[in-house]
């Protein structure tokens, strides 16, 4: 299908829109609220977080509510699970980020099998935007409304207490209030990811985005603006591809988004490693 | 004689890690419009004593107040400089936006920085030098004048009393410079600045009262009375020696 005959598909029929409009609003909150994951070393918590849900989604169907619900709280549940660990123990942050994910992991793994109530683990795991339901496409829709409205506001809190705790401290912000509703923001959006990248992939449009964009920005907010814009190039590639030639929609946006990020690595005017060797050799030739 | 209101007090500090006792039972009181050097051998609890004075890490009993009050309520009239290792200098950040935070804790929640608040950003950065760097991502300056710009970064925060963590561990001669030279400006605005120190050689060129502690209080007061022999034995005594036998070398 070439790019026109697609776009004239997006016109006429419903479910695509709902497609684009899905994965075009996951590809802006994933770069914005991976671009705070990032600044504040926080991939690997980003990894455990989205991976945890899954015995929350399980936890609903059996409950016969939203899998929204069930997945937020054992979000916070692994986000809390966590710092627990990590504070009343001499294990270093990364192993207790270990231990417990992979438990909750397990368990939803048990719990789905359990469930048997007809969940796709696959489309959970790596996602299907063919299958978007109009109450996926709200739900992304209010996700995406809290996360902005979160970050525009608290623009200022986010920034001193990423860049510097301790004095966001000493002046009296609450930071681990901070940190823990950023994870629940990351919670919120791996929810929302579920649908167009799965719960497998969503930590990529995580932190490929933003970390593309910290290398070409020295501004705060110019990096939350090409980190959601690379997120969106990524998602609308995953949308293409995956109506196109029915590929696997996750792993369609995960190497966009990769192949984005090795342009960038090695073509960025200022961090790129091809210029920095050239201008390292410059100063070389100059210098003999 | 002019009566001076205490500035800063500390009753009865005692702090532990775990079993560890790091501070016992410290106290001691520093008048408004003082510059007063915190000193003491490595481990001495000196860093300790400026995070639990500031109330960011739990104390296990003493009372701690600012111009009679506790912690909470001067928050915003605190200025505190933590040492440089803590920063993340890759932060997509630059030299004038970091000085910028300084005018945060004065702004409400939702409120963003205006035009006056970057003037006074700008001005500050004026006062340390480094009008020229605004534009700089943060990492790209040196060590020294990244302590300057933290220093900026305090001097926008607009407070009336100012803690400082080891300001010159690894910096230029010139940035050491401008830096006292501001300190002793903000002591003589009647500010009270208090400064953790390790440079003995200097202490008594670049303060007036100097507060000695080795875990507990060995002396506090103005500083050549701080600096005998009799008295900097009793903190240094495992590395006294050791001192000793540097002099002699030279």
């Given at each position: 299908m070439s790019i026109m005959e697609f776009i004239s598909e997006i016109i006429d029929y419903g479910f695509v829109q709902k497609a684009l409009f899905t994965s075009v609003m996951v590809g802006i909150i994933c770069g914005i609220v991976g671009c705070f994951i990032v600044l504040r070393g926080l991939a690997l918590m980003g990894d455990a977080i989205s991976h945890a849900v899954l015995p929350g989604v399980a936890i609903s169907f059996l409950l016969d509510i939203n899998f929204f619900y069930g997945a937020v709280v054992a979000g916070i549940l692994t986000a809390l699970?966590?710092?627990?660990?990590?504070?009343?123990?001499r294990i270093k942050s990364d192993s207790s980020i270990g231990i417990v994910f992979t438990a909750f992991l397990a368990l939803g793994v048990l719990l789905i099998?359990?469930?048997?109530?007809?969940v796709d683990l696959d489309s959970i795991l790596f996602g299907s935007l063919t299958s978007v339901q109009t109450s996926d496409m709200w739900m992304t829709l209010i996700v995406g409304a809290i996360v902005l409205l979160v970050v525009v506001l608290f623009y200022k809190e986010l920034l001193i207490s990423t860049f510097d705790p301790t004095m966001a401290a000493a002046y009296g912000l609450p930071t681990k209030l901070i940190h823990y509703m950023l994870m629940i923001l990351?919670?919120?959006v791996t929810v929302a990811s579920m649908q167009?990248?799965?719960?497998?992939l969503v930590v990529a449009l995580l932190i490929t985005p933003a970390s593309t964009a910290y290398l070409l920005t020295n501004r705060l907010w110019v990096m939350l603006i090409l980190s959601a814009s690379f997120g969106v190039i990524s998602s609308l590639a995953g949308l293409y591809f995956s109506f196109a030639y029915d590929l696997d929609s996750g792993a369609v946006i995960v190497l966009t988004s990769f192949v984005l990020f090795a342009f960038i690595f090695f073509f960025s005017p200022k961090q790129g490693v091809l210029w920095r060797a050239i201008r390292s050799k410059r100063k070389r030739n100059a210098a003999n | 004689m002019e009566h001076k209101s205490i500035a800063f007090s500390v009753q009865d500090l005692t702090v532990s890690y775990g079993e560890q006792t790091?501070?016992?039972?410290i106290k001691f009181q520093v008048e408004e419009g003082n510059l007063v050097g915190v000193i003491g051998p490595n481990g001495a609890g000196k860093s300790t004593l400026m995070k639990a004075s500031l109330g960011l890490i739990p104390k296990d009993h003493g009372t701690i107040e600012f111009y009679g009050k506790p912690v909470k309520q001067m928050r915003e009239n605190i200025a505190y400089i933590p040492q440089r290792n803590n920063i993340d200098w890759d932060f997509p950040i630059t030299v004038l936006d970091t000085v910028v935070l300084g005018t945060y804790p004065k702004l409400g929640v939702f409120h963003r920085p205006k035009k006056a608040d970057r003037k006074r950003a700008q001005a500050c950065l004026e006062?340390?030098?480094?009008q020229k760097f605004s534009?700089?991502?943060?990492?790209?300056?040196?060590?020294?004048?990244?302590q300057r710009v933290f220093l900026a970064r305090a001097l926008a925060q607009q407070t009336d009393i100012f803690f400082?963590?080891?300001p010159f561990v690894g910096i230029d001669a010139s940035s050491e410079e401008t830096i006292i030279r501001i300190l002793k400006k903000l002591r003589d605005e009647g500010k009270t600045v208090i400064v953790i120190h390790h440079d003995l050689s200097k202490a008594e060129e670049y303060f007036d009262d100097l507060v000695l502690i080795n875990q507990e209080l060995i002396e506090a007061g103005p500083a050549d009375l701080v600096l005998t022999p009799e008295v900097l034995g009793k903190a240094y005594k495992s590395q006294l020696p050791f001192l000793q036998s540097e002099g002699a070398d030279e």
């Open positions: 699970g966590i710092g627990y660990v990590n504070q009343n123990s099998r359990y469930a048997n109530s007809g990351l919670t919120l167009t990248v799965g719960v497998v | 790091a501070l016992k039972n006062q340390v030098g480094l534009k700089r991502q943060i990492g790209e300056l040196s060590g020294g004048q990244q400082f963590d080891e």
